[in-house]
């Protein structure tokens, strides 16, 4: 069911009016897919234990395309399960192509609930995929990340193009600078982002990320072990001025 968003009060407003319209709706609404509800309660996981889940949401940034190696669109559907399994909302970059569409495909087949945020000149090239839970079409790339980053309570990034390591770079610099201490996890399947890693080192060695200007990064080598870096990073509650947490970090 597609449904106007109502104006009712401020911050709804607020929250709406950044947004272009899309199928003839006006300018100041957004469209809202509901194809269930959006809370849920606590979630049993395969292995019995119990994961609070009510609220959390999981922004996912990867490729539009599906790159060479099967391994990454195989990583992209385990992740999906996992968010759903958990009972973690899905945040994502609203298309329906490559580990874009794989992610959000196999989180809603799950019973998972996704939102899909995307900008109007995309949604026509990446296929906006509308049977999510709930759809977000903005004006720009800008307001695209933004509500991606307002939406989400961590980051993911699987393997992807230019667009992904963009988005993985500036959340970083985000957190670098005290913006906000959300979790940020990198799946490195079959060690895609190793030249990443690498140079990041680099510039530690060079002096160009240094003391109080550390770059945090949590990183995971299978996409099932993403859910559980996300909980335990959480958990050790890590200010905005960051410290460094226990898993490999950048």
């Known amino acids: 069911m597609v449904r106007r968003a109502q104006h009712k009060d401020s911050r709804l407003r607020a929250q709406t009016e950044p947004f272009k319209h899309y199928e003839g709706l006006q300018a100041?609404?957004?469209l809202l897919y509901e194809q269930s509800p959006r809370l849920h309660l606590d979630a049993p996981t395969s292995t019995g234990s119990i994961h609070p889940m009510t609220q959390y949401n999981i922004c996912v940034y990867c490729g539009s395309g599906g790159g060479r190696n099967p391994s990454y669109l195989a990583a992209?559907?385990?992740?999906?399960?996992a968010l759903a399994e958990s009972g973690i909302g899905l945040v994502y970059g609203g298309g329906s192509l490559g580990l874009m569409g794989e992610v959000a495909k196999t989180t809603l087949a799950a019973g998972g609930r996704v939102t899909g945020i995307i900008p109007d000149f995309l949604v026509q090239r990446e296929r906006m995929l509308t049977d999510v839970n709930e759809l977000v079409v903005t004006a720009n790339m800008h307001q695209r990340k933004m509500t991606m980053f307002e939406r989400a309570d961590g980051f993911?990034?699987?393997?992807?193009?230019?667009?992904?390591?963009?988005?993985?770079?500036?959340?970083?610099?985000?957190?670098?600078?005290?913006?906000?201490?959300?979790?940020?996890?990198?799946?490195?399947?079959?060690?895609?982002?190793?030249?990443?890693?690498?140079?990041?080192?680099?510039?530690?060695?060079?002096?160009?990320?240094?003391a109080g200007l550390e770059v945090h990064i949590e990183v995971v080598s299978q996409a099932e072990d993403v859910?559980?870096?996300?909980?335990?990073?959480?958990k050790k509650q890590i200010p905005a001025t960051p410290l460094r947490p226990p898993h490999r970090t950048l």
Not at 76 to 81: C, K, S, V
Not at 164 to 171: A, N, W
Not at 227 to 234: E, Q, T
């Open 76 to 81: 992209a559907r385990q992740l999906g399960a």
């Open 28 to 30: 100041s609404t957004f």
């Open 156 to 210: 993911v990034a699987l393997p992807g193009g230019m667009g992904t390591l963009e988005e993985l770079i500036e959340i970083s610099t985000w957190a670098q600078l005290g913006r906000h201490n959300k979790p940020i996890i990198l799946a490195n399947v079959e060690n895609y982002w190793d030249p990443l890693l690498k140079l990041l080192d680099h510039m530690r060695q060079e002096q160009f990320i240094r």
């Open 227 to 234: 859910v559980p870096a996300f909980y335990d990073r959480l």
